[in-house]
């Protein structure tokens, strides 16, 4: 028997050690990598570089300090530089980044800064006009700055080989010489940064760019990368780590009136950076306020596809195309409104107030938003009956039917790409602007009447336009939103007033073959910001 067992527990032994030992060789390298990851974060943290890890280079990548195939390492998202990762700390000592501040050589001229090897897809040689990063091996430059690229043996014929000109978007680059400059300056004035202006050039126009990392299945990590490879680092921020209203002090150090932003998001950023914009007004700085515009990220994006800008940015054209029609947009001005939501019965509490940009809705459309299904199912009857008490156009009241709901509009579209004043055209009706002073109202009969609209099936109620609108509602908790951001409101009274004017960048699209056949049908009903304006006056009935 003695025998017997002994076989037994030797098999119970090996069948112990099988399952434990992987067990523990597991935990041993989970622990390791975790111990590793954090040591690496703790030297990203402080390296003058924009180190990203990666576990997978997008192309044949070699490390720019031992000229190896780099299987796993980290690249510099600034000035490109790649290393694997046992020579990254070297690569950190010896390879300087991009200068963010620098001053310029004693004849005035800002010289190259050389990167070896890695040059982007599809690059040609500014010698021989060859393509360049074709041998699998590290070979070739490419400036970071002006992003000009060069064969190894074409550098010493190279015309001009010590003076970068910025390149293709010099115009919008902020050099580091300037803000050398800027820091030497003992009065700062902006009379000073209009003189120091005049050595970047004639149609100097700086832009920053605002990108929030958490809209657009966070595709705004990958666009700060390619930005501040572009651009100059300082000009990019990234609004997870910043807040709009510190990114826009960088104004505050340009020229007056030259400054441009990019901002990368959805309609929510967009409200919070020309929100940071107003402030600045309220401080006094109201020369140094930017003209912005809209990289689209995410859903909706109402206000981007009202300014020609699309709606969503998904990397389907390159950034170089983004920054070249950045340069051809035209300057418009935005209406934006306060609305004041004063509860019923809470005389001593002060109005919630918000800002507005594209849209104030109460019913259906912002029980999308504020996905009410929940409380609906809970009382049957919560739509089954008018919620509007009162409606009033510029002081004058407005007769309403038996309407579920109210849309009040700034801008051409509405519910992700939708033409809501126009609709279908079956009538005629004044066309709106984004610069009059007016808003577009209509009432919607419920959900069903939302869906409807939005495939142009049906068209809303038009009741008019008006400078000013007020609403009064009845007893009942009802869904309601401001560009997108919902809540549930009580009984009270909106009021919706004009605030102020923001500057936008408007890009006009260009017209394809296949638009030809429907621009002539289209131009009354999608007229763009610079239409001539429509007659000032009080609210208009166009239904």
Not at 236 to 256: G, H, I, M, R, Y
Not at 318 to 346: F, T, Y
Not at 443 to 452: D, K
Not at 508 to 517: A, G, I, V
Request: charge should be neutral; aromatic fraction near 8%; proline fraction near 6%.
């Amino acid at each position: 028997s003695e025998g017997i067992r002994h076989p037994e527990w030797t098999l119970l032994f090996w069948t112990s050690l099988a399952v434990i030992v992987p067990v523990i060789i597991t935990l041993w390298c989970s622990a390791q990598r975790s111990k590793r990851k954090t040591h690496m974060k703790d030297f990203f943290r402080k390296s003058k570089h924009g180190w990203h890890y990666t576990d997978l280079f997008n192309k044949p990548t070699y490390c720019c300090v031992c000229s190896q195939h780099i299987l796993q390492g980290a690249f510099c998202d600034c000035c490109s530089v790649c290393a694997d990762e046992q020579c990254l700390r070297r690569a950190d000592r010896s390879l300087p980044c991009k200068e963010i501040m620098a001053p310029c050589s004693p004849d005035g001229a800002m010289e190259h800064r050389w990167v070896r090897g890695n040059v982007p897809l599809a690059s040609y040689c500014a010698v021989c006009k060859q393509q360049c990063g074709t041998q699998p091996k590290l070979c070739d430059f490419r400036c970071v700055w002006c992003q000009t690229t060069v064969h190894d043996d074409c550098m010493d014929n190279l015309a001009d080989a010590d003076q970068c000109d910025l390149g293709e978007f010099h115009s919008l680059i902020i050099p580091p010489h300037y803000l050398y400059r800027v820091n030497k300056l003992r009065r700062r004035h902006p009379d000073e940064y209009s003189k120091l202006a005049s050595s970047c050039g004639s149609g100097w126009t700086p832009m920053l760019v605002l990108a929030n990392t958490r809209s657009g299945n966070n595709m705004g990590e990958a666009l700060l990368g390619e930005f501040r490879t572009l651009l100059n680092p300082v000009q990019v921020f990234d609004l997870s780590e910043l807040s709009p209203s510190k990114a826009l002090q960088l104004c505050t150090l340009l020229p007056p009136g030259s400054v441009r932003v990019v901002v990368c998001g959805g309609d929510g950023t967009v409200g919070w950076v020309l929100d940071a914009i107003d402030t600045m007004k309220l401080k006094g700085q109201d020369q140094f306020i930017p003209r912005v515009t809209i990289l689209p990220l995410g859903t909706g994006n109402d206000l981007s596809n009202t300014l020609g800008w699309g709606a969503g940015y998904a990397g389907e054209i390159p950034v170089e195309q983004v920054l070249r029609n950045i340069l051809d947009a035209e300057v418009v001005k935005m209406d934006r409104w306060k609305v004041q939501v004063a509860s019923k019965g809470l005389y001593f509490r002060k109005p919630k107030v918000l800002s507005m940009n594209n849209y104030f809705s109460v019913g259906p459309d912002a029980l999308m938003a504020l996905n009410f299904h929940t409380h609906r199912e809970k009382t049957p009857s919560f739509f089954s009956s008018r919620i509007i008490n009162k409606l009033e156009l510029d002081g004058e009241r407005v007769a309403l039917p038996s309407l579920e709901g109210i849309i009040v509009c700034n801008i051409g579209y509405w519910g992700g790409g939708c033409r809501l004043w126009e609709g279908m055209g079956d009538e005629p009706c004044p066309p709106t602007r984004l610069d009059d002073g007016l808003l577009e109202v209509v009432g919607v009969f419920g959900s069903f009447h939302c869906a409807q609209i939005q495939v142009k099936l049906a068209n809303p109620v038009r009741l008019g336009q008006a400078h000013t609108v007020r609403l009064v509602l009845k007893s009942s908790k009802m869904p309601m939103q401001v560009d997108g951001e919902p809540w549930a409101q009580g009984p009270c009274t909106i009021t919706i007033t004009h605030k102020t004017q923001a500057l936008m960048l408007y890009h006009s699209t260009e017209q394809t073959d296949d638009d030809d056949d429907e621009s002539s049908a289209s131009e009354t009903e999608s007229p763009t910001p610079q239409d001539s304006p429509r007659p000032p006056g009080l609210a208009s009935a166009c239904a």
